[in-house]
């Protein structure tokens, strides 16, 4: 009998020509983790490209936000000064009215007052209260005009005589009947007026005795 010692077991016979066959194709053979290097690379390169592409993308897209978003304030900002400025205006045109309104219906209170001062009636207790009303009348702008001796103007002008005069060259306002009152350009009420025109054929006379003279050489010296 053939003992076996225990613990060895016997191995198959390698032929020796396989293992150098083994070991050469493994020599040849690259490591895969060195081919697989180079694309990982071009991976990452390619990634950050359209990584950057993207952000520059983006950020064109806010710029282009905030440039309309900037138009639109600047609109806005327009429109809002333009609607304050005709808030303002038509503010103050409808305080001008109101007032003129007010005013308007003190001016018989104004005529009675300067009648009264043109025949002396004007004192005491009265002519303080008269005063004041023409001083706080004076301070809301209004104003008085029409003086005797001035051109007639159809304009702020209301013709209520007429007659003809031989020392007037042009229409002329010869009595004011009632002063005109007015509120800046705002004419209240005109004033109402007696008026004379030039005498008819004054002027062609007056003309001739010039013609006449500049004929003769001129008016004969004393």
């Keep these: 009998m053939t003992e076996e010692t225990p613990g060895f077991e016997e191995k198959p016979d390698v032929p020796s020509g396989a293992a150098s066959d083994d070991a050469a194709e493994a020599a040849e053979t690259p490591p895969a983790e060195e081919g697989a290097a180079a694309p990982a690379g ?5 990634d950050q490209t359209d990584q950057s592409v993207g952000a ?15 138009a639109d304030l600047q609109r ?3 429109e809002y000064q333009n609607y304050r400025r005709r808030v303002e205006r038509d503010r103050a045109g409808v305080k001008e009215v109101a007032v003129a309104n007010l005013l308007g219906e003190l001016l018989p209170v104004l005529d009675d007052i300067g009648r009264a001062r043109e025949h002396g009636e004007l004192v005491g207790g009265f002519k303080s209260v008269a005063e004041s009303l ?6 809301l702008g209004l ?18 005589m007429h007659s003809y005069a031989p020392d007037v060259t042009e229409t002329t306002c010869v009595a ?3 002063p005109g ?3 800046g350009e705002r004419t209240i009420r ?9 005498q008819p054929g004054a002027a062609p006379a007056q003309k001739e005795e010039q013609s006449a003279d500049e004929e003769s050489g001129g008016p004969e010296e004393g």
């Design 42 to 46: 071009d991976a990452n390169q390619t």
């Design 56 to 70: 520059t993308a983006q950020l064109d897209q806010t710029r282009s936000a905030l440039a309309e978003r900037t």
């Design 76 to 78: 806005l900002q327009a």
């Design 134 to 139: 023409e001083t706080v009348v004076a301070k």
């Design 143 to 160: 104003q008085q005009f029409g003086k005797e001796g001035e051109p007639f103007d159809p304009t702020v002008h209301e013709a209520l």
């Design 176 to 178: 004011i009947l009632q």
């Design 181 to 183: 009152y007015r509120i």
């Design 190 to 198: 005109p004033a109402r007026v007696a008026v004379a025109e030039p």
